[in-house]
């Protein structure tokens, strides 16, 4: 009797370390390298505005978008994983929901964070490079420092070793997201804080109609795209583009671009936004932000008006929407499709989904050289894609207008575009940071290479004269030389260094 209650006793030792094993792998832990208190994880903004990071599975290096407002963390079919029998329902920024297969990774590095046990939403996302999404589930375990001008995300365990700096502003929790109360053109209402959202504000329909914007709004007929929608002709929305007040904390940060789409259900506050500040620091115990605005800089002041709260990622979406030619493009393997234009000019037939043959004098195809010339046109043919996308840049970023061709029913279609000058009076210059990731005419003072006030080394750009409304020199002085600098568009002046 007591052998078989010996037999018994083991077996259920044997039961219970293999239940117990398997149970550790799927415990969520998280381990900083060297037990140190504070880990800096890198990170970039990519061209559409989003923040990248790299993060490295089954020691596979791995390219995550990170987003505070993505409730589930999301992680593409091909990365190994355990499927755990059950589903996850997310939904996207266009309230688009799916229910994904959820998955357990068991172990990611990002930096020199180990982060185990942790599920997923197993989904491929659209975005190309981009294998899968840190969301707001797993960054409410760490105490978050966004660090826009040393481009690093801050992660503790230990609030005590991370510098809270700047205004603060308290939040709640709307699911795992973090939502505050701001005002914009004085209508009050609730934002979530979104770095998966690449504007500045976009609003929800009702907060749109009961805000007061300070210019004449700007209409967009474009693809409407989102992590789970397909960018296609039947997914077009209109965006309402409008600028105006936004308050915040103790704070009225002025030209502040409102957005607003039909299929928007909530309020958000994104990239564009939490750029206008040296850092962001998020504590998911507390429910405290903090938003820390960089110093001025006496290089920068062009005009009595000091619109320190600026970022030239905020003047991209000012000079490619709100004083624009009318048309955006999307590049697509060696060519240009349009892909939202604005409304107001009678240029039908032009669609969403058209193709860009030609700019000014120049046409992209051999073929389509040959049949117009021949009608007694005297068109120059531009067949390098590397030239093209540069003409393209110098059109948009440097000129006051230019006429775009198009291949309607195996005809030429021309049309004439002169810039808009909506807003005025206009942003004269502004901070930014990051700006070697762009060259596109968009001005900024790169602050993690200004140590003090010697400028032995930095980059500056001046906004053209489009955005100030009139031409702007400057001189300086750089190693004992006097330098010039001008927003003429002949004369431009993109880094100095």
Request: glycine residues 6%; contains cysteine.
């Amino acid at each position: 009797m007591k052998r078989l209650i010996h037999k018994i006793q083991i077996a259920l030792t044997n039961l219970f370390l293999i239940f117990g094993v398997i149970g550790c792998t799927n415990r969520k832990s998280i381990v900083f390298a060297n037990t140190e208190a504070k880990v800096n994880v890198p990170f970039y903004y990519s061209r559409n505005g989003h923040m990248i990071s790299q993060v490295i599975i089954q020691h596979d290096t791995l390219l995550f978008m990170v987003d505070t407002g993505m409730g589930k963390s999301i992680i593409s079919s091909h990365v190994k994983s355990e499927d755990t029998g059950q589903r996850a329902e997310v939904s996207d920024i266009l309230g688009f929901r799916k229910k994904l297969k959820k998955v357990i990774l068991k172990k990611i590095n990002w930096g020199d964070v180990q982060i185990s046990g942790f599920s997923f939403g197993e989904y491929n996302i659209p975005e190309k490079k981009i294998t899968g999404i840190i969301g707001a589930d797993i960054l409410r375990h760490f105490y978050v420092k966004i660090d826009n001008a040393g481009q690093n995300i801050e992660l503790t365990l230990k609030p005590a070793v991370l510098e809270m700096e700047g205004m603060k502003v308290p939040f709640i929790f709307n699911k795992n997201a973090i939502q505050i109360s701001a005002s914009v053109a004085e209508y009050k209402t609730d934002f979530l804080i979104d770095t998966g959202c690449n504007l500045d504000l976009l609003l929800d329909s009702a907060s749109y109609n009961s805000m007061q914007p300070n210019n004449t709004e700007s209409m967009w007929p474009q693809t409407a795209n989102s992590l789970f929608s397909k960018a296609n002709i039947k997914n077009q929305d209109t965006a309402y583009f409008s600028i105006s007040d936004f308050s915040l904390g103790n704070k009225v940060f002025s030209y502040a671009s409102t957005t607003y789409m039909r299929k928007i259900t909530r309020n958000l506050i994104g990239t564009i936004f939490l750029r206008r500040f040296q850092s962001v620091a998020i504590d998911y115990e507390n429910k405290n932000l903090y938003f820390k605005l960089p110093p001025d800089v006496s290089i920068m002041k062009f005009s009595d008006h000091n619109i320190k709260a600026v970022p030239f990622s905020f003047l991209e979406v000012l000079y490619m929407r709100i004083n624009s030619l009318g048309l955006e493009f999307k590049d697509n393997p060696r060519s240009f499709v349009l892909d939202a234009m604005e409304v107001g000019d009678q240029i039908d037939p032009l669609q969403i989904g058209d193709t860009l043959v030609g700019i000014n004098e120049f046409l992209f195809e051999q073929n389509l050289l040959n049949k117009l010339n021949g009608n007694g046109n005297n068109f120059i043919l531009m067949d390098s894609f590397g030239d093209q996308q540069k003409l393209v840049s110098d059109i948009f970023h440097k000129r006051a207008k230019a006429e775009f061709h198009f291949l309607k029913n195996g005809q030429l279609f021309s049309v004439d575009k002169i810039r808009k000058y909506k807003l005025t009076p206009s942003p004269v210059a502004g901070y930014g940071f990051s700006d070697k990731y762009k060259n596109n005419g968009f001005y900024a003072v790169s602050f993690d290479s200004l140590k003090s006030q010697k400028m032995s080394s930095f980059s500056i750009c001046i906004p053209w004269s489009t955005l100030s409304g009139q031409e702007i020199e400057l001189s300086y002085y750089k190693d004992g030389n006097k330098q010039k600098l001008s927003n003429k568009p002949d004369n431009r002046v993109d880094n100095i260094n």
